[in-house]
């Protein structure tokens, strides 16, 4: 079992930036992979950014040269630094924890609202 506490989310205009937090009840060098999805009204929820244990990270399209994902060992806590942000960024971000157990499991956080207006 995984819990994930999320914190970060807010309010800001465009070209702006926010910082996402995801602390799980877990070292997350324990987790397979721990990555940021979002959904927006009426969509689906999409990946946003995902980093492995070892490190390997990756990001959707919309993101690349924004959003970093980032982990600090020391807090145990996993970062979405979001960067230049417009106003299609807008949704409920959450966090996601990929584990391995007898079979994977995905841990969801439970939301955080980042609205990005123009």
């Known amino acids: 079992q995984v819990q994930l506490v999320e914190s970060g989310g807010g309010l800001v205009q465009a070209g702006g930036s926010l910082r996402l937090s995801c602390a799980p009840s877990r070292s997350v060098f324990s987790i397979y992979s721990m990555g940021w999805y979002r959904q927006a009204p009426g969509k689906q929820r999409e990946l946003v950014a995902r980093?492995?244990?070892?490190?390997?990270?990756n990001y959707a399209d919309s993101v690349k040269g924004r959003f970093t994902i980032s982990r600090d060992n020391a807090k145990n806590t996993v970062y979405l630094q979001m960067n230049s942000l417009k106003p299609e960024d807008t949704a409920v971000y959450y966090c996601?924890?990929?584990?391995?157990?007898?079979?994977?499991?995905?841990?969801w956080g439970q939301g955080t609202q980042v609205t990005v207006s123009s």
């Open positions: 996601n924890a990929e584990d391995y157990s007898g079979g994977w499991t995905n841990y």
């Open positions: 980093i492995t244990s070892a490190g390997s990270t």
